[in-house]
């Protein structure tokens, strides 16, 4: 009778023991299964923020409008950029009319215009009504004539000495008994300004004629024997001949390391800092200056600001 008691006693532990076992097993099992459920909710959670956050930027495409006035000598690289920026966001326009610098920075500081265009520094006058001077890139100036004429090189001095009308025949400066026939750009126009600024002949010129575009100087030097012309380095061709100046050819490389002396900046003028500007605009300007944008710079011929 006692040995059975303690089987008995032995098979009431044993069972003990089996359920405690079986107990912790259970619960192991559903702690992992809480695991598991819970890590599931955090991925679904954020699978669900990131579509939110995907929409949030498809809802924040830009579209609208930006127009640029200004200089025709970045007629090339302004509609380069327009198509550029239009075709990375098709639901944006952007207008560009040529009217000349001065015209271009006089439209935006009136607030017909969101950039002014302008191929030259802007002045003290046009800085201190507001205009903001963003230089996105450098182009040369080259002096340029019939391609029959026989001359090739001018000094400094003897490009403002036939500028100013002192010198009107090339037969002064080694070439054939030819009248210099003096083409430059209207008044109020970028490339006129630089190249008369840089040359300090501002107010001296003598010009046979006074053309309203790139395009129409490069047409009349092209056309007219003995005439010299100036015009942006980009639209340089075989229709004329570029000199050189003071033995130094106009080429991207002489510009960049200053040893041809007329160049300009290729400015693109806002009414006051770039972050004061509308969301449309600051966005043409981070695309100018980024990787892509610099290299749409020396895809028109100009020189790059870095």
């Known amino acids: 009778m006692k040995k059975a008691g303690v089987v008995l006693l032995a098979g009431v532990m044993a069972f003990g023991l089996a359920a405690c076992g079986s107990s912790s097993s259970e619960t192991t099992a559903a702690d992992t299964t809480a695991a598991a459920t819970e890590a599931e909710a955090e991925e679904t959670e954020a699978e669900?923020?990131?579509?939110e956050t995907e929409a949030e930027a498809a809802g924040k495409e830009l579209s609208g409008s930006i127009t640029m006035a200004g200089s025709t000598s970045m007629e090339k690289f302004a509609n380069t950029l327009a198509e550029s920026f239009m075709a990375a966001h098709p639901d944006v326009t952007v207008q560009a009319e040529f009217t000349g610098s001065s015209a271009g920075v006089e439209a935006v500081l009136s607030g017909q215009s969101d950039i002014g265009n302008s191929?030259?520094?802007?002045t003290e006058d046009e800085l201190a009504e507001g205009a903001v001077e963003n230089i996105v890139a450098i182009d040369g100036i080259a002096v340029v004539t019939d391609p029959n004429n026989t001359v090739s090189d001018l000094t400094r001095d003897q490009l403002i000495q036939i500028y100013t009308g002192e010198v009107t025949n090339w037969s002064d400066l080694g070439g054939e008994s030819l009248p210099i026939?003096?083409?430059g750009r209207e008044a109020g126009s970028g490339t006129r300004g630089a190249f008369e600024e840089i040359l300090e002949i501002e107010d001296q010129c003598q010009y046979a004629n006074e053309l309203d575009s790139t395009g129409a100087v490069m047409a009349r030097v092209a056309s007219t024997p003995g005439a010299i012309g100036y015009v942006s380095l980009d639209v340089l061709d075989d229709t004329v001949k570029a000199l050189s100046l003071d033995g130094v050819e106009a080429n991207e490389a002489n510009i960049k390391d200053g040893s041809y002396?007329?160049?300009?900046p290729f400015v693109m003028a806002t009414k006051g800092e770039l972050v004061d500007q509308n969301e449309l605009v600051q966005a043409l300007?981070?695309?100018?200056y980024s990787e892509e944008g610099q290299e749409l710079v020396q895809s028109v011929g100009l020189i790059t600001v870095e």
Do not use: T
Not at 261 to 264: H, N, V
């Open 48 to 51: 669900a923020e990131a579509e």
């Open 119 to 122: 191929s030259r520094n802007l």
């Open 181 to 183: 026939v003096v083409v």
């Open 261 to 264: 002396f007329l160049s300009r």
């Open 285 to 288: 300007f981070e695309y100018v």
